[in-house]
């Protein structure tokens, strides 16, 4: 291939990039902030859950204590609801002939990026509150005096995503569409 055939295929790739609605950006951005977050909630408590299931039968006096693993793990969720309604209320109806201005662009661009940032850092916060949530678990059953020393180093795990959290809501302050004509 030639130079100027690579430099054609990359100049169409920034025109698709540039020709897909803003909003279609926005949309998606939301989702992942939303899916992504449930799917680090989700994999948390399955990781915690299934080591608290299993130390319990040893040390039945775990299971009410180390709830609060599953309780940490179910917030990371609550963190990709709250962003994805705060980036939806974001959202604003532009006119046809505006929706492709640098403006609405920027905007959409922010709504997605906000939202893949918010997504993976509560993915990375359900996996990391996860395994430290089993652990938890599993050292409680042993010994319970480590209890609360690890339940320290999960705070520090859950505080990863309102990280993202704050970021994301700064990121999405860049959203600014195009006024309305009046």
Do not use: H
């Not at 009410?64 to 990371?76: D, G, R, T």
């Not at 905007?107 to 940032?117: L, N, T, V």
């Not at 996860?130 to 042993?142: E, H, K, N, P, R």
């Amino acid at each position: 291939m030639s130079g100027s055939a690579m430099v054609g295929d990359a100049s169409s790739w920034s025109r698709a990039l540039v020709k897909i609605s803003p909003y279609t950006f926005s949309a998606v951005g939301i989702a992942i902030a939303i899916g992504v977050s449930v799917l680090g909630a989700a994999w948390g408590i399955y990781i915690t859950g299934s080591s608290l299931i299993g130390a319990a039968i040893k040390a039945p006096r775990i299971t009410s204590k180390n709830l609060i693993s599953v309780i940490f793990c179910e917030a990371v969720a609550i963190y990709g609801v709250i962003v994805a309604i705060i980036l939806q209320t974001k959202l604003e109806s532009v006119p046809t002939a505006q929706i492709y201005a640098p403006e609405s662009l920027r905007a959409g661009y922010a709504i997605f990026a906000s939202g893949i940032i918010v997504g993976f850092a509560n993915l990375v916060c359900g996996l990391c509150v996860g395994v430290i949530g089993s652990s938890c678990a599993l050292s409680d059953a042993q010994n319970s005096s480590l209890f609360v020393k690890i339940l320290v180093i999960e705070i520090f795990g859950s505080a990863l995503g309102l990280f993202g959290v704050i970021v994301g809501i700064i990121m999405s302050a860049q959203a600014t569409w195009p006024a309305k004509a009046v």
